[in-house]
């Protein structure tokens, strides 16, 4: 089992891909003062940042809404887009709590590393509730909410059975889209 400290690293592509829709925040900084000021702040930038001797307080201020508006946007990413389909149709929205309550097995957790790794990941322990990540690219959210998954759905059989037929599989190593429900 792998440490939660080493975070395991797939971290940065996840934050990547959620922020990929502000990649070029110099643009929306751009176009939102061409809105705000109407082009006199495009005009005279230069010109005020030598007079003033470097970087301007509006510049402060436009990466901090620029930080709130990509905030919201992976917000809403995790909200809407990002979906767990399990095996029997079920789907997940990962922004959301788990529902499925834990099996009676793991309602109260005895084992004393599990218990110590739950602490870790699970800031509302024995509970389902907070357990959606409100935005995917923070990691302990996802954790909270991977913990929570696996703790509920560990006796589900359908999760522990070949996610392809032995047909499909053979489609996708030909490097060919199988047919049918994959």
Sequence with gaps: MTSIGSRASLQPEISE??????????????RLLA?????????NRYRLTQLLGGRLPLDGALDRLVHEVNQMIRQVITAHLMTLHLPGGEVLRLGQDVSTPFPQALEQVLNSKLREFLVRTDTTP??????????????KERMHFITDFFRAYQERRLLFEAPFTPEQVAMLKSGKQPSGHL
């Excluded at 809105?35 to 005009?43: P, S």
């Excluded at 024995?126 to 990691?139: K, P, R, T, Y």
């Design 17 to 30: 891909a959620l922020d990929a829709p502000l990649r070029e925040t110099a643009e929306l900084k751009r």
């Design 35 to 43: 809105v705000v000021l109407l082009g006199f702040w495009i005009r």
């Design 126 to 139: 024995d509970s389902l509730s907070e357990s959606g990540a409100l935005d995917w690219a923070d990691f």
